[in-house]
């Protein structure tokens, strides 16, 4: 027989010369199958030696493989055969000597992972903990380097007998490692989320609420001290260190030495560094985040559900239970948007204000109403929320909670406020407390932005948009493209690449100002012509005037594709407005002055092949040669010369219009002239010339589209997508499109909220500013609002923001308490009778007889002379009849 210390002694000579130690090996191997024939006949029975020869065999069956080629296997069927018959400490022995192996890789993992979970089911804590860390640190370690699939897929399937298991100690272990595996960012795929689920239909009431912290976010949170029997290493890493205090702060920095100083700096950095990491840690591991992600995973969400709500109907479950099974289902119900209408009538009778932890019951609510919820279900439930909660006979406390619970409720489904109902309920806008008047304004404003219509015109507020309304029952909008990305085009066809194209420019940057300013009567940037200028336009005034209007004339008539084979090109265009026919007459009568300056000086500036075209006095060009011309330019498919047509065709419109109003006025001495009478509608008329070019463009823009290829996306601008093409149809669309997309969005609203205001160009510096300023927030307010009720159904509703901050109500003591402060020192006013009853000597004599201790015999007797002594002066002194003892 070998002592404890031969052992070791032998085992670190085996490890440096196994060769040589074979023989002492060998022995110790016969010994270890002796004593294994012993305690397999009384496997109960304490045996000290047995475990420290097993102990010794692990660490020493690395270098004799051969010869322990069947020892694992040995004492893992020990272990499966006797686990509930061995004694504990040897049990922890044998299973010390599996993991040794196990680290080592002398054992496959799916050969003890098995073993390791029925071990669960016996009644020792410790033993617990070890399997427990070994499993979570083994299936850690193999998924490390990189992700183990096909150990993972075993175990995993494994784990749905683990989970369903009827001993309730091993089902708990297990789901406590999946759970932990989950948390450590190991197992994070849908088969361990439908595995933990799978657990929630276990018939043990405390694994099934296990399983509802998972998908609540709360798993770490144990119900009872029991269940932190298996986490002592997950406990240490989620304990958060505590951060360094002022004084540490301050001490690092001004006391000590030089060195001293850099030493507590250090620490201190190391400190605040591990409580940031124990910040993300805590993060990325939070509630909210995971379980919906968890959520999310779930293969079968329906069918889920209506498991989970029969057996919460079914009963029998303690109260805290349910309450977490009607949170998960609940948000089960508002992130999938599932239909399971029994859900609300059973909240329905938890709805009151005596009800325990009611507000967890509004909550649960609240996360399950979705749009696809029938109105006429959820109809009841919110009559008998206000019916319980907003009434006048109700604490403010109840009131608040009510109506706050009917705001997040109509969000969610605002087809189930009735108009009666919103009306009584904003009414309570000026009810006495505080906080039922602020959740009574935050419903209202729900509405304005939800349906301002059913809202009262009082309550609507100014500017509210009449037009938004909520999609009726089943109206689903089914998106086809990326939303906004129709901006993006846009933006991108325009030319706009930076984001200086996707703020609002009202002008008010200075340069802006400073032109207003040096403008001259509002006239802008026009040129000052001289009165030679005009009188030399005077004289030229008829000759040029005409040849500009052929010139242009024949220039549309090119671009329209009219070619020689018209003959009358007027017989086209009879159709002309009355307000052509004046223009057109009055910009011929006044062809002098200013306008006729500048026309000539534009004249000048236009490219050469226009004005090749005209006459030296404004005689026209030849017209079959123009024509030609213009084919050739439509033809071509240039795009500058229908821009350039059009500016010159709009500023001509605006100096035949002062020309207009110069003539009209009589400017330089003239006298007015009177309005001519109606004539046959022109060819060159300004009506005909804004039509034809139109038309010219349109048949340009249909002819490059012909000529472009439809599929052709290697020609146009870089960043664009082909015609016809979606932008996110022809590339990946980056995170920097995503944010241009929000900043056009933001200014699209912006621009219609400066539109609504009513903000003119004319309008001055500071009302620009304060209106867009005003805009801003608005189009803001507005996209938060639509981001909100976008992912309204992937929130957490917070059982605690359904609660107002409300003032805790005295008691006597407390309210006599604060009627009392401030009386300190009045005593010498008060009245007298008052100071004389406040007695500052002794005793009086007939408190001291009173108090006096004397024989009950004497007690007697003396109170028997106060009874008569207090009848002799009832009757006076002149009293002369009989009294009755």
Not at 20 to 48: M, N, T, V
Not at 281 to 287: H, I, Q
Request: net charge negative.
């Amino acid at each position: 027989m070998s002592t404890a210390a031969e052992l070791l002694a032998l085992q670190s000579n085996i490890k440096k010369d196994p060769d040589g130690y074979k023989d002492e090996f060998l022995l110790q191997y016969r010994h270890y199958q002796a004593l294994l024939e012993i305690f397999k006949l009384k496997p109960s029975k304490d045996s000290r030696e047995f475990g420290e020869v097993v102990m010794f065999m692990a660490q020493v069956s690395r270098a004799y493989p051969k010869t322990m080629t069947g020892f694992a296997a040995e004492v893992a069927g020990l272990l499966d055969t006797h686990h509930q018959e061995l004694d504990s400490t040897l049990r922890r022995t044998l299973v010390g000597a599996l993991i040794l192996m196990r680290n080592r890789a002398q054992v496959d993992a799916m050969t003890v992972l098995p073993l390791f979970f029925r071990l669960f089911r016996c009644q020792d804590k410790a033993l617990r903990q070890q399997l427990f860390r070994h499993i979570v640190s083994d299936l850690k370690a193999a998924n490390k380097k990189c992700r183990n699939e096909r150990l993972n897929r075993a175990v995993q399937n494994f784990m749905y007998t683990v989970v369903s298991d009827d001993n309730e100690a091993a089902a708990k272990r297990g789901l406590a490692v999946l759970t932990e595996m989950w948390r450590r960012h190991v197992w994070r795929d849908a088969r361990t989320v439908n595995v933990i689920a799978s657990a929630a239909f276990h018939k043990s009431p405390r694994v099934l609420l296990a399983v509802m912290k998972f998908f609540l976010g709360q798993d770490r949170d144990d119900e009872d001290g029991s269940d932190k029997e298996g986490e002592g290493e997950g406990d240490e890493e989620d304990a958060k260190p505590k951060g360094p205090s002022k004084e540490d702060i301050y001490s690092a920095y001004h006391k000590g030495t030089s060195s001293s100083k850099k030493k507590k700096q250090k620490k201190l950095k190391r400190v605040i560094a591990t409580v940031k990491k124990a910040d993300r840690r805590k993060s990325a591991a939070g509630g909210g985040a995971e379980s919906f992600a968890a959520i999310h995973l779930l293969h079968d969400p329906q069918a889920f559900a209506e498991r989970l709500f029969g057996r919460l109907s079914g009963g029998g479950e303690r109260f805290e239970t349910r309450l977490a099974v009607m949170a998960v289902v609940s948000r089960i119900i508002g992130v999938h948007k599932l239909l399971v209408l029994n859900f609300y009538p059973y909240l329905q009778k938890y709805i009151a204000p005596h009800q325990r932890d009611v507000t967890q019951v509004l909550a649960a609510l609240v996360q399950a109403a979705h749009d696809l919820v029938p109105p006429e279900t959820l109809a009841p439930v919110l009559r008998q929320l206000v019916d319980q909660f907003v009434h006048d006979k109700a604490r403010p406390e109840v009131m608040t909670v009510g109506l706050k619970t009917v705001r997040e409720l109509v969000l969610r489904c605002p087809l189930v406020m009735e108009a009666d109902l919103l009306t009584d309920l904003a009414q309570y806008k000026k009810f006495r407390e505080k906080q039922v008047a602020t959740a009574a304004r935050s419903l209202i404003g729900a509405f304005r932005d939800i349906n301002p219509e059913m809202l009262a015109k009082k309550d609507r507020g100014r500017g509210a948009d009449m037009a938004l309304k909520p999609r009726d029952y089943g109206d689903a909008r089914v998106a086809t493209r990326v939303d906004g990305a129709e901006l993006l085009e846009a933006a991108l066809a325009e030319g706009r690449t930076g984001s200086d194209g996707d703020e609002v420019d009202l002008g008010l940057d200075d340069s802006s100002s400073d032109d207003d300013d040096d403008g001259d009567g509002g006239s802008g940037g026009w040129e000052d012509v001289s009165e030679e200028e005009g009188d030399g336009g005077a004289k030229e005034g008829a000759g040029e005037g005409e040849g500009e209007e052929g010139g242009e004339d024949s220039d549309l008539e090119s671009l329209s594709g009219e070619g020689e084979g018209e003959e009358d090109g007027s017989s086209d265009w009879e159709d002309v407005s009355e307000e052509g026919e004046e223009e057109e007459e009055a910009a011929a009568a006044a062809g002098k002055g200013k306008a006729k300056g500048k026309a000539a000086a534009k004249a000048k500036a236009k490219p050469a092949a226009t004005a090749g075209r005209k006459g030296k006095k404004g005689a026209p060009a030849n017209e079959d040669d123009e024509e030609e011309e213009d084919v050739e330019e439509e033809e071509s498919g240039s795009d500058a010369d229908l821009e350039d047509l059009d500016s010159e065709e709009s500023e001509e419109a605006s100096e035949e219009d002062e020309e207009d109003d110069g003539g009209r006025r009589g400017k330089r001495g003239g006298k007015p002239q009177p309005a001519k009478p109606k004539v046959e509608a022109k060819p060159d008329s300004i009506a005909s010339l804004k039509r034809k070019l139109a038309e010219a463009k349109e048949k340009a823009a249909a002819k490059r589209a012909r000529e472009e290829p439809a599929g052709d996306g290697e020609g146009g601008e870089e960043g664009q997508a082909p015609a016809g093409v979606p932008i996110e149809a022809e590339r990946i669309l980056t995170q920097e499109d995503f944010d241009r997309i929000k900043r056009l969005k933001q200014k699209a609203l912006v621009e219609a909220a400066l539109a609504k205001a009513g903000v003119t160009s004319a309008a001055s510096k500071a009302k620009k500013q304060r209106a867009l300023e005003s805009a801003e927030e608005e189009a803001a307010e507005l996209l938060a609002l639509q981001e909100r009720l976008t992912t309204i159904g992937e929130s957490k509703v917070n059982a605690a923001d359904l609660t107002g901050k409300h003032k805790a109500r005295k008691d006597k003591e407390a309210r006599l308490a604060s009627v009392l402060e401030g009386r300190e020192g009045r005593e010498k006013f008060g009245a007298r009778s008052s100071l004389k009853k406040k007695k500052t000597a002794g005793l009086s004599e007939r408190e001291k007889q009173r108090r006096k201790a004397m024989p009950m015999a004497a007690r007697v007797q003396q109170i028997r002379r106060r009874n008569a002594a207090a009848r002799g002066k009832k009757m006076g002194k002149n009293f002369k009849g009989h009294v009755r003892g």
